[in-house]
T-cell receptor
Framework: ETGVTQSPTHLIKTRGQQVTLRCSSQ?????VSWYQQALGQGPQFIFQ???????GRGNFPPRFSGLQFPNYSSELNVNALELDDSALYLC??????????????FGPGTRLTVL | DAKTTQPNSMESNEEEPVHLPCNHS???????IHWYRQLPSQGPEYVIH???SNVNNRMASLAIAEDRKSSTLILHRATLRDAAVYYC????????????FGKGTRLHILP
């Protein structure tokens, strides 16, 4: 069973640029969530996708957007990068929507640095 | 969303039991208590969850107070590999979207 994978592992961008981060969910999982983790803080929920539709969003501006594909992999896009966007971006997949008893399986994250 | 309160950090000796406390005085009847941990340079990983009764699995035990306003994660025999940030989280059983993480407890294991 392959776990959650994310690419790239590290990325450096400059302010104002756009970035796309990718996530492959664990086999059999149809729900993907994205989180932002600033240094020394807990992860903060960005949004979740279920069957290619957004299913819940945290307190992030519209320049944070996402996609989920038919194979349940996902992308996180951030436009007009700001210095405060520097963080570890985590993707998590879970097997089915409908109960909070389901654990989320996290990938290792993508470290984004905005200069 | 209900909030949890955890100590910022704790220390324990290797091969001894560790009790990580969590207060959640505003917990609602539909909230499950979940614990995740985050090892250095990794994403969080699920540890255990429970609703009302104490729970055991291969990683840890979860002791839940009778009024459910607090809980304790128990690592029976800590190893160096258990050094991590431990997050106590409440999740509404009727929803399955976000996990709300606090700052967690940073657990240091002394050899």
């Amino acid at each position: 069973e392959t776990g959650v994978t994310q690419s790239p592992t590290h990325l450096i961008k400059t302010r104002g640029q756009q970035v796309t981060l990718r996530c492959s969910s664990q086999s059999g999982h149809n729900t993907v969530s994205w989180y932002q983790q600033a240094l020394g803080q807990g992860p903060q929920f960005i949004f979740q996708y279920y069957r290619e539709e957004e299913n819940g969003r945290g307190n992030f501006p519209p320049r944070f957007s996402g996609l989920q594909f038919p194979n349940y992999s996902s992308e996180l896009n951030v436009n007009a990068l700001e210095l405060d966007d520097s963080a570890l971006y985590l993707c998590a997949s879970s097997p089915i929507l409908g109960t909070s008893r389901n654990e989320q399986f996290f990938g290792p994250g993508t470290r984004l640095t905005v200069l | 969303d209900a909030k949890t309160t955890q100590p910022n950090s704790m220390e324990s000796n290797e091969e001894e039991p560790v009790h990580l406390p969590c207060n959640h005085s505003t917990i609602s009847g539909t909230d499950y208590i979940h614990w995740y941990r985050q090892l250095p340079s990794q994403g969080p990983e699920y540890v255990i969850h429970g609703l009302t009764s104490n729970v055991n699995n291969r990683m840890a035990s979860l002791a839940i107070a009778e009024d459910r306003k607090s809980s304790t994660l128990i690592l029976h025999r800590a190893t160096l590999r258990d050094a991590a940030v431990y997050y106590c989280i409440l999740r509404d059983m009727n929803r399955d979207d976000k996990i709300i993480f606090g700052k967690g407890t940073r657990l240091h294991i002394l050899p």
